[in-house]
């Protein structure tokens, strides 16, 4: 009975069109009530202690980042450095996405600031070079996705504050599947762009590709002072953020010059305005949460997943299985904010190792992100590129089944992501 309570609650009031922060409230107090146990009070502490936390300052200073690489011309950079390197062999402009998604995504974490940023630079190179606009956007989309997954993430660090687990062994555990994602989409582009007939553009020369990267090293070396500031436990994940930030700000504004001081405030307002949405969500989370925790609700779904619980990988299978049903209807923060209280517990009691857990459940909820119908990311690429939703959609599957494979390797060989997770923690 408190499962349908908890759930017809929180499904009826996002139904209805309630804004899922106002909806977490909801299914939060409508379990109070079931329970007899409403209190005002309750309510207001648990939405400001959900908001007080110091992992959650990375937040804005990480969505502050990815402001500023877009507008001062960090992002613009990256992508020439990998049309310089890749983007002569046929099909090279699929390739130069791939890494820019790849080197994107150890900048600022956002999936949808990375779509966008790709999308209005490479969707209509791509077209001109001759390749289907579905597939270029779908390979966009499907290329933003690894922004999640690469440190630094967002969502790395909402999970590890609801499931309080490391953020830093979360950020070093998600780069080689990070990676993988790439991977596969190389694959997956190189089967598609076969039945294209493209001319590939010239090889560029050894000064271009010089050119190209002695232009854009200020926009490379962040990535190596995030990873190797982590690994050597010179900076937390969440002063890894004020790093990124402030060295973004330095690079666009004092080296690069692309950025004017006339133009910060309203960087900073755009990273505000996503934060306040985020930070509100985490804060109307933990009221549910509590509430979660007081119901039982993990026990009550630890008995629905008993028949799993000998086998882990059996149980990761149908967790994993559940996250995708559940990612095509909901958003990636409130994915994480919802299923992790309920999920824990079982996980723990599985023996499942939390970070393990955590990479493949922020990969999946990534992967959310380009399954229809809500597809964050795929509404964002569509209407940067002027695409149909139907056409991207039939666009993005090669590249979907790709990442979801991935998955599947991860579930079935957990080693591939704690051995290089615990290479990197050293």
Not at 49 to 61: K, R, T
Not at 380 to 395: F, W
Not at 409 to 417: A, D, E
Request: with cysteine.
């Amino acid at each position: 009975m408190t499962v349908t309570i908890f759930l017809g609650s929180l499904l009826g009031a996002m139904a209805i069109g309630t804004p899922i922060a106002f909806a977490l409230l909801l299914c939060g107090v409508a379990l109070m009530v079931h329970l007899d146990l409403f209190d005002a009070q309750i309510v207001a502490q648990n939405v400001i202690n959900g908001a007080d936390s110091y992992h959650l300052i990375a937040v804005p200073f990480f969505m502050l980042a990815g402001e500023v690489m877009n507008a001062g011309g960090l992002s613009r950079r990256i992508v020439a450095v990998a049309m310089a390197l890749v983007g002569h062999v046929r099909g090279g402009l699929g390739y130069v996405a791939i890494l820019a998604s790849c080197i994107l995504a150890s900048l600022s974490g956002s999936a949808v600031a990375d779509a966008a940023a790709l999308s209005a630079l490479l969707v209509p190179m791509m077209v001109r070079a001759g390749h289907n606009k579905a597939r270029s956007c779908g390979l966009i989309a499907a290329g933003g996705i690894i922004a999640p997954i690469i440190p630094p993430s967002i969502g790395f660090i909402l999970f590890g504050v609801v499931a309080n687990v490391s953020i830093t062994k979360l950020f070093l555990a998600g780069i080689v599947p990070g990676l993988m994602l790439g991977l596969a989409l190389v694959f997956a582009w190189w089967l598609v762009v076969r039945q294209e007939d493209l001319v590939p553009p010239p090889r560029a020369s050894k000064a271009e590709i010089a050119t190209a990267v002695k232009d854009g090293v200020w926009a490379l070396i962040l990535p190596a002072i995030i990873i190797f500031g982590l690994k050597f436990g010179i900076f937390t994940p969440t002063e890894a953020a004020v790093v990124a930030a402030v060295y973004a700000l330095f690079v666009a504004v004092v080296v690069y010059r692309e950025l004017r001081p006339s133009q910060l405030f309203d960087l900073f307002a755009s990273a505000a305005t996503t934060t306040a949405v985020v930070m509100f969500l985490v804060a109307a989370a933990m009221v549910s949460a509590w509430m979660i925790t007081i119901a039982n609700l993990p026990a009550q779904v630890g008995d629905m997943l008993a028949p799993f619980m000998g086998d882990p990988k059996l149980l990761m299978a149908a967790i994993m299985v559940l996250v995708v049903i559940v990612g095509t209807a909901m958003d990636m923060a409130p994915t994480i904010l919802i299923l992790t209280p309920v999920l824990m517990p079982i996980i723990k009691q599985a023996g499942i190792d939390p970070v393990y857990f955590g990479v493949l459940f922020i990969i999946n909820n990534a992967i959310g992100l380009i399954t229809p119908p809500v597809g964050t990311v795929l509404n964002v690429v569509a209407g940067v590129a002027k695409l149909n939703m139907g056409s991207l959609m039939r666009g993005v599957w090669p590249f979907l089944i790709a990442q979801l494979a991935v998955l599947v390797l991860l579930v079935l060989f957990p080693s591939l992501v704690m051995v290089p997770a615990r290479w990197f923690a050293g």
